[in-house]
């Protein structure tokens, strides 16, 4: 029985778990059916066209965590931003772990989505903001069949939220191989600032595969700082389709530093339904081994004024391969828009490859649209400079890459997540510098 | 003095007519309509091929039938039925002339409207000239000259018969049969086209260049060309188009097949012009187009294109850089107005060491139009120190047309250079305003600038095309432009 077959089959057992009687159970049983007839995406489908699903959607996944699996604060301390005070909703196997966690209903509501699901104080924000942005792509439509669980994170008006949050989703996979669909719904009020911190990482040599959903609605003049770090080992692979809709004057910026995992997409939407908005993607992609990375991003500009700004720089060495998709779409009304897209990538090794594809999609007149995109090496001569000064070669390119990955960098905002960047993009350079000299 | 604005600018082209369109009586020998494989035989019978030449064709045909229409470009279009039209459209009485005095006078008259006066040009641009009316060349001239040097020059149902063996070596070599859709119709039906043959160490003294149109109603133009560099020689060859107006789509699916071998260069220039349809998107010309050059050692071709005509444009002229050291190149300006769809770039496949590749797209887009730059840069695993560099602009006149980008770049060598980088913008307010202040008026402010934004590309043309380009840019974007 393939996946589709078996997720398909397994909707029903699911049904016996949740409330069919909710509202958001009629969306699950429509994105079912959507799935159903469209089935995993192909390399024939243009989005997909440089990334195969095949080989990692031929595991048997076990798509419900049978049990609940506990790990230690000290074994994972390492993969949490723990210098700084945060609240965290940690997930381990899908499933809440409440004493990792540290959630709060004190005047904001940093919680889980099975809460908010259930408690009829949270049906009006789930009835006018579940599946609200999430597309109908197949991938999308599996996880909203299957959504129960994620984080829930609700910023009602005029707040600062002092502590950054992290989401971070563990898998123990102690029994097989494990499929995992965290559903994120983060919801910030007017006038509100939130910063976040995604991860997903795996403690098993057993194979994971998350599809996960995040949903972002960033209301009048919010501002959200959203970071992602995917750091994961050989055999995890991860589907991340982050939807964002931002209203009048609101700024959001993603982050994305890919540093490790089997095959990493990422579906980062963002759409603009108001005037002066500012939207920010902003990546990092060092990898090596087999792995494969695909940034497929969207900027749909449908109000006048608003600006976008992209920038991706990727380093690929061993058999890597990349992949950017960037498209911006300039609606007939969004006029004034200012939209900047740029993918810079460096080929370390002759097997690495990079697929790279920025699309501009304009239908109005007086705009400001420009994409730039390269493929390169290291300056010879830069090098050379520093060895004839004594930096040993490894260092020396060492230092170089990372000056070609700062400007992203730059605009992180939260000190001890740059520090912990920087960190990694050390070890995975292997090199043993500071870089903040 | 009288404001001029880009709604003015709209308007005009609005309103502005195809002014070529015109169509000359001349006696037509058309085939009945539909497409099966006896007409596919009656072609080849009707132009006396060989044997070889029919199979030829008729393997294409039985690809063809199992191939479907491709979708993917960001076109839309009512579909042709491609048994509604007639494969073969020959003027009837076709002595091969030896002078101008001979050829059909209304035929001459044609070619004045259209402004080639083919005295002129044998006087002033030394241009040797193989018109191409509907499908079958009528006068060629220059032959003479060309001859002494070795160089062939003629149509291609001509050279199938004079020199099989050059034809037979290379047609197909770089587009073979089945490569795609409209390259597979092309293949079975096409019924003529230039032939050219360039020998060893010769540089061409002079620009070669065809004239095509298309003349009868409802017959599709399979044109075919095969255009081959022999070892260190040069060729600059020049394609340019004019269609009349007519009411019912127009088929055009051309092959175009360029062979540089070591040390050659292939200079290909094309001015289009086919009938773009009226003002409310009615009629126009399908311009479906496979190009492609294949680039031998230290061999360099560049294509450069001034699209201005078509309802439809699809076309990829493209470089197969196979030789080491060898160049591509591809300067573009793609002029849509009213409902015209282009969807044009260029693909650059670098498979040898050292190979450079140049891309320059200038896309202007006015009225309802939709205009798309897609582009393929492939850097292959052994291609070493390949190095590209892509440049595309767009221009946006008004706020119902689009400009739409789609590069492919991929690159599986580390010691590639590859640059991409494209604009969008409108002619901004603070440009006119700065040549008002000293007294140029909108409208020639409005030239200037669209002039000075194709002046890459239009500077790539040969002299002698460069004017033509420049007005067929006039009457794409009249009154405005000059």
């Known amino acids: 029985m393939d996946l589709k077959e078996k997720l398909v089959s397994s909707f029903m057992a699911f049904e016996n778990q949740v409330d069919v009687d909710s509202y958001v159970h009629g969306i699950r049983t429509e994105a079912i059916k959507t799935f159903e007839t469209t089935g995993f995406p192909t390399k024939k489908e243009e989005a997909w066209k440089y990334t195969s699903l095949n080989k990692i959607l031929k595991q048997d996944y076990s798509v419900f965590p049978k049990q609940e699996n506990s790990i230690e604060y000290r074994d994972v301390k390492k993969y949490l931003i723990h210098d700084i005070d ?22 904001i509501d940093v919680c889980l989505m099975s809460a908010a699901l259930s408690k009829p104080k949270y049906r009006l924000v789930i009835e006018n903001y579940f599946n609200k942005a999430a597309t109908n792509d197949s991938l ?84 959200i700082d959203y970071y992602k770090i995917q750091n994961d080992n050989q055999k995890a692979s991860l589907i991340d389709n982050t939807f964002i809709k931002q209203k009048q004057e609101s700024h959001a910026s993603v982050h994305t530093f890919t540093f490790g995992g089997n095959l990493t997409r990422n579906n980062l939407n963002f759409y603009q339904h108001g005037e002066r908005i500012d ?14 990375v695909d940034h497929n991003t969207l900027v749909h500009h449908i109000e006048p004024n608003c600006e976008s700004h992209q920038d991706y720089k990727g380093i690929f060495d061993d058999n890597a391969t990349g992949v950017f998709n960037g498209k911006v779409v300039v609606e007939k009304e969004a006029q004034k828009t200012n939209a900047f897209q740029a993918n810079n990538n460096i080929l370390v090794s002759d097997k690495s ?43 020396a390119k060492a230092l170089l890459m990372y000056a070609f ?33 | 003095m009288s404001k001029y604005t880009e709604d003015d600018l709209r308007e005009e082209l609005k309103t502005k007519e195809y002014e070529y369109g015109f169509y000359t009586d001349i006696a037509s020998d058309t085939f009945p309509v539909g497409l099966n494989e006896d007409v596919v035989i009656a072609i080849s019978k009707r132009k006396e091929e060989p044997e070889w030449m029919t199979e030829w064709r008729l393997e294409a045909f039985k690809a063809w039938k199992e191939m479907v229409e491709p979708e993917w470009a960001n076109v839309h279009y009512k579909k042709p039925d491609f048994q ?19 050829v059909d006078p ?71 049969q089945k490569d795609n859709f409209y390259a597979a119709l092309n293949s079975a039906v096409f019924s003529d086209g230039s032939f050219c043959y360039i020998p060893k160490g010769v540089r061409c003294p002079m620009e070669l260049s065809t004239y095509f149109r298309i003349n009868q109603a409802g017959t599709g133009q399979f044109e075919r060309t095969l255009v081959i560099a022999d070892e260190g020689s040069y060729v600059s060859y020049l394609e340019g188009c004019t269609a009349p107006s007519r009411d019912e789509n127009q088929l055009h699916a051309a092959v175009v097949e360029l062979i540089a071998l070591d040390n050659s260069e292939i ?3 094309t001015v289009q012009n086919w009938y773009p349809g009226n003002a409310e998107g009615k009629g126009g010309v399908y311009n479906f187009v496979t190009k492609r050059g294949l680039c031998e050692t230290n061999a360099k071709i560049s294509w450069t294109q001034v699209e201005t005509g078509s309802a439809v444009t699809w076309k990829y002229p493209s470089c197969v850089l196979k030789g080491d050291n060898s160049i591509g190149e591809f300067y573009s300006i793609a002029v849509t107005n009213n409902y015209q769809q282009a969807d044009t770039g260029t693909k650059m496949i670098h498979l040898g060491k050292n190979t450079k590749s140049t891309i320059i797209s200038k896309g202007i887009s006015a009225g309802k139009s939709q205009n798309s730059y897609r582009g393929l840069v492939q850097i292959n695993p052994r291609a070493d120190n390949a190095r590209n560099f892509s440049q595309c602009d767009s221009l946006l006149m008004g706020n119902e047309c689009g400009a739409h980008t789609f590069p492919y770049i991929e690159a599986k060598n580390k010691s590639a250079q590859i640059e991409h980088e494209a604009t969008t913008s409108k002619i901004g307010e603070d440009q006119i305003f700065y040549c008002n202040q000293r007294g140029i008026d909108t409208e020639k402010a409005i030239a200037l600038i669209v002039n000075g934004f194709s002046k890459d590309v239009l500077n790539k043309l040969p002299m002698e095309f460069a004017v033509e380009a420049q007005k067929l840019l006039e009457i794409s974007l009249e009154g405005s432009v000059g």
């Open chain 1, 279 to 292: 939207s920010t993607l902003k990546g990092v992609t060092i990898i090596g081994d087999k792995q494969h």
């Open chain 2, 84 to 102: 509604a039209i007639s494969y073969y459209s020959a003027p009837n009485s076709k002595p091969k002339y030896d002078s101008l005095d001979e």
């Open chain 1, 353 to 395: 490859s990079i697929n790279t594809k920025p699309q501009l999609e304009i239908f109005a007149d007086d705009v400001k649209c420009s994409h730039g995109c390269t493929i390169g090496q290291l300056d010879e001569d830069a090098l050379f400079y520093m060895k004839t000064r004594g930096i040993p070669e490894k260092e």
């Open chain 1, 86 to 107: 945060t609240y965290k909703i940690i997930f381990i196997d899908g499933k809440y772990s409440s004493h990792l966690s540290e959630t709060t209903h004190d005047g």
């Open chain 1, 140 to 223: 999308s439509s599996l996880n909203t069949a299957f959504s129960s669980e994620g984080a829930f994170i609700h910023i009602p008006k005029n707040k600062l939220v002092e502590k950054p949050i992290q989401i971070v989703h563990f898998s123990t996979g102690n029994e097989s191989a494990l499929m995992l669909q965290p559903r994120n719904l983060i919801v910030v009020d007017e006038n509100s600032h939130v910063q976040i911190i995604e991860r997903h990482q795996s403690l098993t040599e057993n194979s994971v595969l998350t599809n996960s959903v995040t949903e972002v609605f960033a209301n009048k003049r919010a501002i």
């Open chain 2, 267 to 269: 200079k290909y220039s």
């Open chain 2, 106 to 176: 209304e035929l001459l008259a044609s070619f004045k409207k259209l402004g080639i006066s083919i005295d002129e040009q044998k006087k002033l641009a030394n241009v040797a000239m193989d018109v191409v009316v509907d499908s079958v060349s009528v006068a060629t001239t220059f032959k003479k000259t060309l001859a002494e040097k070795g160089i062939i020059f003629m149509s291609i149902s001509e050279a199938i018969k004079k020199h099989p063996e050059l034809v037979k070596k290379y047609i197909g070599t770089v587009v073979p």
């Open chain 1, 405 to 437: 990955a700062n400007n992203v960098l730059e605009s992180v905002k939260i000190p001890e997540i740059k520090a912990r960047i920087t960190k990694l993009i050390a070890t995975k350079l292997g090199v043993n510098i500071g870089f903040n000299l």
